[in-house]
DNA sequence: TTTCTTGGTGTATGAAATACACCAAGATCG
DNA sequence: CGATCTTGGTGTATTTCATACACCAAGAAA
């Protein structure tokens, strides 16, 4: 036992809540556990955190290890500190939530990591350790955040129609917003780019296609601007 | 030294940045540092967390420890961990932010604990570790926070006016209210008791005084109301 | 009793949120 | 090839909420 410290030290980990969003529902990515304690329940993808890496270098570096995700939105959520959250000793983690674009990672996640799945939200099995309640608070930290940040975008493809992107809010928001209003605002807002192209593969008029301009909201940001929906 | 790993693990502290309120202005509570490093330098209250206690219980220990404070309105903030925040060894931070009434607190905290000091947050000496920038993220959250949860009134006496409340709104904010519309708001909401009784000691007609009805808020808050100034 | 300071009140205007329904486009089907 | 079906796309009227704004009252001090 190579390193030795004048008083105990809690371990120090990080878990992640991955939020991904299928044409139904809002999904959140779990890995089955290989070893004890909890082997074979579902828990958050996460893990030590090495001695020379930050938080945030671990979140990214656990989540690309046991899921295979790359490039994610990835936000600090809450630092979890109860005694016996780990049955073999103190472990203290540093939980994150990230967003990902279904549409590019839902064929990676499943096959890359061998026991990695998307389970819908209201509808997850039994979780390791205190993940459920990470999971809670991650997922009520999404219903907050996504009406005054427009972080929503993560969750969807680079193009989008709107009535897709009403969708995304109407599902994470659990509640009916009315077509013209919610384009009238969104539009409004002159965050949006209306691009020459409309959707493909559709049995139906097909939608314009919309991108999100990030540059353009940095700069109203600065100028005072607050997203809301 | 008897405690040994597998694994090199950083040291786990927690700082806490305390506000409170003068007539004039916000301020924040600081220690003078008694050791290297930065021996000298003022810094937030905090210190290591033992392996047998929450990171909340740490926080409190520690901040009566070293300002006297007790019963002080707590909340997590956010987990600092770049690598290099502290030049002896990796040490990760779990910082948190603190509301006291100054009104109780003032005298205590300037005699209980030997180099404790208030300072007004637009006038701060230079800063132990990565405080100062710690210090600006709870600043900010406490701003971000404050227009839509009723923690103001933990910076307030139990009772206090209506213009006591609106200047501290106005401090925070960094902006004039409107009085006539500031009152009609925050009466409409109907969080406030008027209590028979007015101010004293004072030079000029006395104000009614008032107290935060937070059994009502929390009765509101489960039937969706939600705070906003 | 005069003066000075802060307490306390209502209304009119503009902005924004909400409620609401129909035609258009285009693929599919008989 | 016309009928049908599904989703796309649009504007106005109403209500609600935010804002702007000024004067008298109370009470202590001079």
Same mark, same amino acid.
């Given at each position: 036992?190579? *390193?030795?410290?004048?008083? %105990?030290?809690? %371990? ?7 939020? @991904?969003?299928? !044409? ?14 909890? !082997? ?6 996460? @893990? ?13 570096? =656990? ?37 990902? $674009?279904?549409?590019?990672? $839902?064929?990676? %996640? ?15 099995? =039994? ?7 990470? *999971?809670?608070? %991650? ?15 993560? +969750? +969807? ?16 928001? =659990?509640?009916?917003?009315?077509? &013209?209003? *919610?384009?009238?605002?969104?539009? @409004? ?5 209306? +691009?020459?192209?409309?959707? $493909? ?14 540059? &353009?909201? &940095? $700069? ?6 607050? *997203? !809301?929906?």
């Amino acid at each position: 036992m190579p *390193f030795s410290y004048e008083y %105990a030290r809690p %371990a120090l980990t990080v878990d992640c809540a991955v939020f @991904g969003l299928d !044409e139904q529902d809002l999904q959140v990515l779990l890995i089955r556990r290989g070893q004890e304690p909890y !082997e074979g329940r579902w828990a958050l993808p996460g @893990g030590f955190v090495h001695v020379d890496e930050t938080l945030d270098e671990a979140a990214l570096r =656990e989540l690309e290890e046991e899921t295979g995700l790359r490039k994610v939105y990835l936000e600090q959520l809450y630092t979890f500190g109860g005694i016996d959250r780990d049955p073999r000793e103190r472990v203290v983690t540093v939980a994150y939530y990230a967003l990902v $674009k279904l549409s590019d990672h $839902k064929v990676k %996640a499943a096959t890359d990591a061998a026991d990695a799945a998307w389970f819908d939200v209201n509808d997850l099995p =039994e979780l390791a350790f205190d993940h459920r309640e990470i *999971f809670e608070v %991650a997922l009520a930290r999404l219903k907050g955040k996504v009406r005054y940040q427009p972080i929503g975008f993560e +969750l +969807l493809p680079r193009k989008f129609t709107l009535t897709q992107l009403q969708r995304m809010y109407e599902t994470i928001l =659990e509640r009916k917003l009315d077509k &013209r209003n *919610f384009r009238k605002k969104i539009l @409004g807002m002159d965050l949006l780019v209306a +691009l020459d192209e409309v959707q $493909k593969d559709v049995a139906h008029r097909a939608a314009r296609l919309y991108k999100f301009d990030d540059r &353009r909201y &940095r $700069k109203l940001v600065k100028q005072g601007f607050s *997203f !809301e929906i």
